[in-house]
């Protein structure tokens, strides 16, 4: 009987050939768009339906399409996250067959709460660094060899270079841009007043509740990282109405045009 990381690689393989029989050019370069931002970077390429990908998680949260699409690079339009029921191998499924395709470098999007006060809905976040919160990790279990060592380095979780890249395309393009740590709690209830004090007292500036676990899968692969957080909202105890995942929605589609021209110019200066 096949161990559970042989029944999960196998489930990997079956993902990558699927995709791989439909699009035999898998392009180096990934993007994951996260809630409210699945209209964004359209590539004119193809796409596939993750319905139709074996074994893919499929999200079920409003803003999520779940759509692959491939072009110039590959588009991935919407994630599942831990607190739909997914179980943290699901969650990291998709970032794995992006690594058995021949990803090379991922660019990471969610929206995010503000835990710092400078910050307003619709700014645009390069994250530095992470808290997990989630109370698991992908990488629990029996290591997946082939992807990587058993304890691997986070230090430089989000690629140095990618980042000074960022920061330049955003300075060129003049686009305001904040940096900081984003901290990923479980969900799917938003924070209360009290953990928002926690995470800014830890040196948070954003929270939210996707990315990490995409982020340590990557890494673990070999994969290069950067990541963006559209921040949406004022967190739990900062705002003066109560929180609500339309908002959420609402903000990142408002945000939309300027995180493309900041993704564009990264990719645009990739090549």
């Known amino acids: 009987m096949p161990s559970p990381a042989d029944s999960e690689l196998s489930a990997i393989d079956a993902a990558a050939e699927a995709v791989r029989e439909r699009f035999p050019n898998f392009p180096p370069v990934a993007v994951v768009l996260g809630s409210g931002l699945g209209d964004v970077l359209a590539t004119g390429g193809p796409t596939l339906p993750y319905s139709e990908i074996p074994h893919f998680p499929r999200p079920r949260v409003e803003g999520h399409s779940g759509v692959l699409e491939v072009g110039e690079f590959a588009v991935l339009r919407g994630r599942c996250h831990f607190y739909e029921g997914h179980p943290m191998e699901a969650v990291v499924r998709p970032v794995r067959m992006l690594a058995r395709l021949g990803v090379r470098t991922l660019l990471l999007t969610n929206a995010a709460g503000t835990v710092d006060r400078r910050f307003r809905p619709g700014d645009l976040m390069l994250i530095e660094d992470h808290l997990n919160f989630l109370g698991g990790n992908p990488l629990r279990g029996e290591n997946l060899e082939v992807f990587g060592p058993r304890f691997p380095d986070l230090t430089d979780a989000y690629d140095p270079g990618l980042r000074k890249l ?94 493309e021209r900041l993704l564009r110019g990264i990719l645009g200066r990739m090549r």
């Open 166 to 259: 960022a920061i330049s395309v955003a300075r060129t393009e003049r686009i305001p841009l904040r940096r900081g740590v984003y901290a990923a709690a479980p969900g799917p209830s938003y924070e209360t007043p009290a953990e928002i004090r926690m995470f800014r007292r830890l040196g948070a500036s954003a929270v939210g509740m996707s990315t990490v676990p995409e982020v340590i899968a990557a890494r673990h692969a070999g994969l290069k990282v950067t990541a963006i957080s559209c921040i949406t909202n004022l967190a739990a105890g900062l705002a003066r109405r109560p929180l609500a995942h339309a908002e959420v929605l609402e903000t990142n589609r408002r945000a939309g045009g300027l995180l």
